[in-house]
């Protein structure tokens, strides 16, 4: 409920996101992280193979948008996605990491809108939690176990829902 602008039991003191960021840690420097998002209240989106193929397309886009930035790997699930890139050495940007998430998921939502419209159908809005899980991965076998769970991850959903 909003009253003037201000939802009604709402407190800023108590009601705040809190960053789960490490604290003075530059991401926009050199190295991998992990990156975990949601579709919108865990919808199941991306089992639509349509969906599923926009997904790849804005994965294989991301150096066009962003040349020093690997795109290493992708594990693409119906409700959600996990995501390892790798930031080669560049001059500092701020917030890359944010960056990169963001226009991933900007076109992967303006493919379905497009879709959408050439379907003569209304343009949904996101599909997308507006927030994501990043981890800083240390070393090399550290990313070699986030590889690892990026891409066998979509199998073990595959198996738990009988698809």
Not at 57 to 72: G, L
Not at 81 to 86: D, E, G, K, Y
Not at 137 to 142: F, P, Y
Request: hydrophobic residues 35%.
């Amino acid at each position: 409920m909003e009253r003037e602008g201000i939802r009604v039991g709402f407190d800023p003191m108590k009601h705040h996101r809190r960053s789960i960021r490490l604290k003075g840690y530059d991401y926009s420097s050199c190295g991998a992280y992990v990156v975990t998002f949601c579709t919108k209240k865990r919808e199941r989106y991306l089992a639509d193979l349509l969906y599923y193929q926009m997904v790849e397309k804005a994965w294989e886009r991301i150096p066009r948008h962003f040349p020093k930035v690997v795109p290493d790997s992708i594990g693409i699930v119906p409700d959600h996605i996990h995501m390892i890139v790798c930031f080669e050495p560049t001059e500092k940007t701020k917030s890359l990491l944010g960056a990169v998430v963001g226009r991933f998921k900007s076109d992967v939502s303006r493919e379905i809108a497009l879709y959408a419209v050439l379907q003569g159908e209304a343009k949904p809005g996101s599909i997308w939690q507006e927030r994501f899980y990043d981890r800083i991965i240390r070393n090399e076998c550290e990313l070699e176990r986030e590889r690892r769970y990026v891409l066998e991850n979509p199998e073990k959903h595959r198996l738990r829902d009988g698809k």
